[in-house]
């Protein structure tokens, strides 16, 4: 599904958190995730997605903090505009003072509601999702990036308050929470309240479960197809070399009958050399044993009876 993240930000975005203890919670997860602090103490926000600045620019003002813009980067190749914003001097203290990304996650893992506005802002900052490709099996993946790791440790327990189990990886100098699960990512979803994005992934689910299903018949099938062609061309050697040995003398009827059908039809399945010979797959496989016998005890005379 191509660009499966901007679903679900869409729909984290739909709603604004209602109070200042949810607004502090989803301000201290953006600055975790997409914030940082400068050499000069100015605290820094750094988006790719307008819609995304524009919730952290409302955030700032919930506490009366104003946050400047710094730049606005276009980038060419991926065709998205980079967004700096910061907060300097006192306006910096302030922000940090209810929203202090070193400290924030702890005290909100508790209550549900301002735990959920964590965990979505944690998202809008530095999350992705992405679904398997094309037919494979495997593939989901949903990951935040912070920017500490105590940061990623402590978004680890805010998950646990859901039942919602992530594991922390190091890439560069970035900090990693991830799940790697269809079941954990539709869990994230349902709990986080992704509602069509969720509606999205499970539809998505279920025509790749089914793709794969087909899949695995059709793999099945392929593989009956190749064991009867390894049976019957070992079936046509035994019967050419019978053949060449003897000229099918003593055969009756029906097993001569049997034995050129299958040298002359090499191709042809059980079923459909059954219908040939207009008798039963179980009559053709008794002969078919019976000729592979006589073929074994030409070929070995010590197994004759």
Not at 139 to 154: K, V
Not at 290 to 302: E, G, N, S, T, V
Request: charged share 25%; glycine share 6%; proline share 2%.
């Amino acid at each position: 599904m191509a660009n499966f993240t901007h679903d679900v930000k869409r729909d984290f975005l739909q709603e604004f958190p209602e109070s200042k203890d949810t607004c502090a919670a989803a301000l201290s997860a953006l600055l975790n995730t997409a914030g940082y602090r400068s050499q000069q103490g100015d605290v820094v926000f750094v988006s790719e997605n307008e819609c995304v600045a524009e919730f952290f620019l409302r955030l700032t003002e919930v506490f009366a903090v104003r946050a400047e813009l710094w730049t606005a980067a276009h980038d060419p190749k991926r065709q998205k505009d980079k967004l700096t914003f910061f907060c300097a001097g006192e306006e910096a203290k302030r922000l940090l003072l209810f929203a202090s990304p070193e400290t924030g996650a702890f005290r909100f893992a508790e209550a549900d509601d301002t735990a959920l506005a964590y965990l979505r802002a944690a998202f809008l900052g530095g999350g992705s999702c992405t679904l398997p490709r094309g037919g494979a099996k495997t593939g989901y993946h949903l990951e935040f990036s912070f920017s500490g790791l105590e940061q990623a440790e402590s978004f680890c327990e805010v998950l646990e308050t859901f039942q919602l189990f992530g594991k922390v990886c190091k890439r560069g100098d970035r900090f990693v929470v991830y799940l790697k699960s269809r079941e954990a990512i539709s869990d994230f979803l349902s709990v986080s309240g992704a509602n069509a994005a969720l509606k999205r992934f499970e539809e998505v689910s279920a025509e790749r479960e089914e793709s794969n299903r087909f899949n695995r018949v059709s793999n099945c099938f392929a593989g009956n197809a190749d064991r009867s062609a390894i049976a019957s061309a070992g079936q046509i050697v035994a019967l050419v070399e019978m053949q060449h040995e003897t000229g099918f003398l003593g055969l009756s009827d029906e097993l001569l009958e049997t034995a050129r059908t299958r040298i002359e039809n090499p191709t042809l399945s059980l079923s459909e050399l059954s219908l040939r010979l207009g008798v039963s797959k179980s009559c053709l496989n008794h002969r078919l044993r019976k000729l592979m016998r006589l073929a074994q005890q030409i070929k070995d005379p010590h197994e004759r009876n």
